[in-house]
């Protein structure tokens, strides 16, 4: 059986057009996967406490850093140790020594990897464009907790600390708020 030119065409379009739709549609599909499994440290925002706390304590431990931008950045904790199940509030600080102002937005991960299907904030300060004026100072919230659903996964039951790390990015390398997401998920699967 022979294929005529058109359809070979026509076949070859079709083909092309489906490996560019995917190609786009990979970036989204990435972000959502990462969302859900907790891939790349990739945590989760709840929207409530859990109304179950266990007995298991878990410590937590907190990392800054800065890529590109002339911030002094930091924890105000190092470490916090909680229940499974409570919730936990840690500050983080941020100094723009600096003359003038500058303009980041954070994003995060936790490690081990595996620990962000279980690791959730409540309030969080990250993927928000954030002005720092020069010489200003902002203390930054936190508000998290580390699921009990954790003693379910027989790798994950034994993990007795999970650290949470912010980066902070300047952000005129971001274009709009959804943009900026997307990137901070990125650049939090790529962190470790």
């Known amino acids: 059986m022979r294929l005529s030119n058109t359809k070979v065409a026509l076949i070859s379009l079709g083909v092309f057009s489906g490996m560019l739709g995917l190609g786009f549609a990979a970036d989204p599909l990435y972000d959502t996967f990462c969302k859900v499994t907790g891939f790349g440290g990739t945590t989760r925002i709840a929207t409530a406490a859990p109304e179950m706390v266990v007995d298991q304590t878990i410590d937590v431990r907190f990392d800054a850093n800065v890529a590109d ?3 002094l950045f930091r924890p ?6 909680l229940k499974l199940g409570q919730h936990g509030l840690a500050f983080y600080e941020v100094t723009n020594p600096t003359d003038r102002e500058v303009r980041v937005i954070a994003s995060y991960n936790v ?5 962000g299907l279980y690791f959730n904030k409540l309030e ?4 928000e464009e954030r002005v720092i004026a020069p010489g200003e100072t902002k203390k930054l919230p936190i508000v998290y907790f580390v699921s009990a659903d954790m003693l379910e996964d027989r790798v994950a039951k034994s993990l007795e600390t999970i650290t949470l790390s912010y980066t902070f990015f300047d952000s005129s390398s ?3 708020e959804e943009k900026a997401a997307q990137k901070g998920a990125a650049n939090s ?3 470790g």
């Not at 105000?76 to 140790?81: A, R, S």
């Open 76 to 81: 105000l904790q190092t470490e916090q140790e």
């Open 174 to 176: 971001y274009s709009g």
């Open 124 to 127: 969080c300060f990250c993927f």
């Open 111 to 115: 490690t081990p990897h595996y620990a």
């Open 69 to 71: 931008v002339p911030l």
């Open 189 to 191: 699967a790529n962190a």
